[in-house]
């Protein structure tokens, strides 16, 4: 998901600058994989109380802005890659509630490898599609951030309404807008609208948190407890 929203004109960087920024970005996507998973590990082992409903959606996007701002002021150094870790293994912990949801399913390990999975294959697909085709998703980016203020309306919402089928809705409608939203951040590294790795990473890795703890929401409805 793309945190810029600066639509100056930037130079291409060169063919072989791009390819550095996105084989950095993909590298430092797979590390941001181990503090998430030490995050949810320790989230999950020790209980740690994760603030719910209306407080705890607060309280999440305070966490993620902040730590996005804190990104973007350090993103040219070595302490950006510091800060985005600190984050991962903070979106890690967050997703103790539904890991510890899913865990209570007699198929609850199953289910989550399955969502780990189908995450994976979704960035394989997109991030491959970004990389080979001719076409220009630029134009996408707007649509893509209308779509994700939509989405944050209709969670906060639902925090009122609590209605199972609306919940359904918004994970399929996150599923779609961040798999959109891969092939658009990939795209821009890919054709050097994005030149810092770090960013780049951050954008992505948010793309990839949405779309594992959606699709692990949605698998979660066929949990058998037998």
């Not at 791009?18 to 084989?23: D, E, N, P, S, T």
């Not at 996507?29 to 209980?47: D, E, K, N, R, Y």
């Not at 701002?69 to 890659?81: C, D, M």
């Not at 997703?95 to 199953?110: D, E, H, M, V």
């Amino acid at each position: 998901m793309s945190v810029s929203f600066d639509k100056q004109y930037v130079p291409a960087a060169p063919y072989d600058a791009r390819h550095a920024v996105l084989r950095n970005t993909y590298w430092l996507l797979a590390l941001s994989m181990i503090p998430t998973v030490l995050g949810a590990a320790i989230g999950v082992a020790f209980h740690v109380p994760i603030p719910s409903g209306i407080l705890g959606f607060v309280v999440f996007l305070a966490m993620v802005w902040g730590f996005t701002y804190a990104i973007e002021k350090t993103k040219n150094s070595a302490a950006g890659v510091g800060v985005l870790l600190a984050f991962t293994f903070f979106m890690g912990l967050w997703l103790t509630p539904l890991l510890t949801r899913t865990l209570g399913f007699s198929n609850g390990a199953q289910l989550i490898m399955l969502a780990f999975g189908g995450t994976g294959a979704v960035l394989a697909v997109m991030a491959t599609f970004a990389t080979v085709t001719k076409r220009d998703f630029s134009a996408m980016g707007k649509w893509l951030a209308a779509g994700t203020i939509v989405l944050i309306l209709a969670s906060l919402a639902n925090y009122f309404l609590q209605m199972p089928v609306f919940a359904i809705v918004i994970s399929v409608m996150a599923i779609g807008i961040f798999s959109a939203y891969i092939l658009y951040d990939v795209q821009q590294i890919v054709n050097g609208g994005e030149t810092n790795y770090i960013r780049a990473t951050l954008a992505l890795y948010i793309d990839v948190y949405v779309i594992f703890s959606h699709l692990l929401s949605l698998l979660g409805l066929g949990g058998s407890r037998d």
